[in-house]
């Protein structure tokens, strides 16, 4: 996804669940950000309160990694990308799973049951260790981790004075951190940062972040048809897959047509065409097992994604009743204008990136948008800082040109809030890792 969903359908979901413009604001950019905090913030951390005295020091931050340059090369574990980006979700709910250890003994919401008819698992030619590691919507990980959302939105939300550090620590096990000032807030943005990883799951659906040509390749000389006009029907796009080495500001960037498996780590060898909600496409994906191609119809899937993450939102304010919404229980339907949003076709540029600015704006329309706090939207790149940005993002003095400076980060500020919470969606991800072996995941915990 880009940044027009993942800010605007994650703070429209919001604003629809009962969140506050501030609020729903706030989420959004946790979400949108979880693609901007990358390598660029590589480096070990000060953590410094309002006396610019050292609070703590972090050895390296815990990053939600969309973009590695050589500052982080080294150290770059692919688990952190599948953590953020492309969760592994291939394998069918198991009706024995405990779902207690990531909800407790409450009935669960009303929701889990309709959640779980949902999901398909792939038939593939992969191997055992590597046919999990698709990533798909509906899976095992992405309901754990909607009910472990819940879960830790209320507690962090619902702490009493001297109830926060107890919590943190139960979340953070080993990892260094700072106390916050405002555990709402906290909450706030790490319900973002799950909502992008939840958003993802349609979005990022059947490719993994890791490098493998089995799972992610897409041809190297296909012609790619997409419905880049009229939605309804597929033309054959001027992108010819890899074939081309297109820039990445261009609305059909790809990764290069390079040999091995450098090229296939997650889509980038389909470039943005899984990022567009109004695009559908069909490709030559490795995996299936008959061989051919995928059809993906984008419209049906970023609708998906936008009532669940409301769906999840809500049940994070105690609203599970607000879920069924006419005498009939028929499920909330999407707002006219968001639908309209996902759907409107956006002409594709092979030599400049158009489409999601145009998105954007017609985003900016809805009604519901109309409630966002958008000049604090945190989404720029380091590169791009300007005074107020780099206050807001809570950088002291500036960044680190090598992997071993240390940047200073103001205590409370936003990039500590994005590490906090980055850092609690990690580690529990290394703890689901180790409940679910057959998964073949094995990302590693960072102390």
């Known amino acids: 996804m880009d940044t027009d969903f993942h800010f605007y359908g994650t703070a429209t979901a919001a604003l629809h669940a009962g969140f506050s413009g501030q609020e729903a604001t706030l989420i959004a950019n946790a979400a949108e950000f979880v693609d901007f905090f990358n390598s660029d913030y590589w ?145 706030l943005v790490l319900l973002g940062v799950r909502m992008h990883v939840l958003a993802d799951t349609w979005a990022h659906q059947d490719f993994s972040g890791i490098a493998s040509k089995e799972i992610n390749g897409a041809g190297t000389l296909n012609y790619v048809y997409a419905s880049t006009g009229a939605p309804d029907i597929l033309e054959n796009t001027s992108w010819k897959g890899t074939l081309w080495v297109l820039a990445e500001d261009t609305d059909c960037a790809a990764a290069p047509n390079a040999p091995g498996n450098a090229a296939c780590r997650g889509h980038g060898q389909m470039g943005h065409f899984p990022d567009y909600s109004w695009l559908k496409f069909i490709y030559p994906a490795a995996w299936l097992k008959q061989g051919g191609y995928l059809f993906r119809d984008n419209p049906q899937q970023y609708r998906q994604a936008w009532y669940w993450l409301r769906t999840l939102m809500v049940s994070c304010l105690g609203g599970e009743n607000d879920l069924l919404v006419n005498k009939h229980n028929q499920p909330c339907a999407l707002p006219d204008d968001i639908l309209n949003c996902i759907d409107a076709p956006h002409q594709l540029d092979d030599t400049k990136l158009f489409a999601v600015a145009e998105s954007e704006q017609l985003w900016r329309k809805t009604e519901l948008a109309k409630q966002l706090k958008e000049h604090h939207r945190w989404n720029r790149n380091a590169g791009q800082f300007d005074e107020l940005h780099r206050k807001e993002l809570g950088v002291i003095d500036g960044l680190p040109t090598t992997r071993y400076g240390t940047v200073n980060i103001s205590q409370n500020s936003t990039l500590h809030l994005m590490e906090m919470a980055s850092a609690i969606h990690y580690q529990w991800c290394v703890k689901w890792a180790e409940e679910h072996p057959e998964f073949q995941w094995r990302p590693q915990p960072k102390v």
């Not at 009935?107 to 008819?117: C, E, G, H, R, S």
């Open 43 to 187: 480096s070990y951390w000060s953590l410094k309160n309002e006396q610019q005295q050292e609070v703590v020091k972090i050895s390296y931050p815990h990053l939600s990694c969309q973009t590695i340059d050589w500052k982080m090369i080294g150290d770059y574990d692919e688990h952190l990308w599948n953590a953020f980006h492309f969760p592994p979700g291939n394998r069918a709910h198991d009706e024995r799973d405990v779902l207690s250890q990531y909800w407790g003994k409450d009935p669960l919401p009303v929701w889990v049951t309709d959640f779980k008819q949902h999901f398909k698992a792939r038939e593939t030619n992969l191997t055992p260790s590597k046919k999990p590691l698709l990533c798909r919507p509906f899976s095992p990980f992405a309901l754990h981790m909607m009910l472990d959302t819940i879960v830790k939105y209320r507690q962090i939300t619902e702490a009493k004075s001297g109830e926060i550090e107890p919590i943190l620590k139960r979340y953070l096990g080993n990892v260094p951190y700072a106390p916050v000032k405002d555990p709402k807030k906290l909450a």
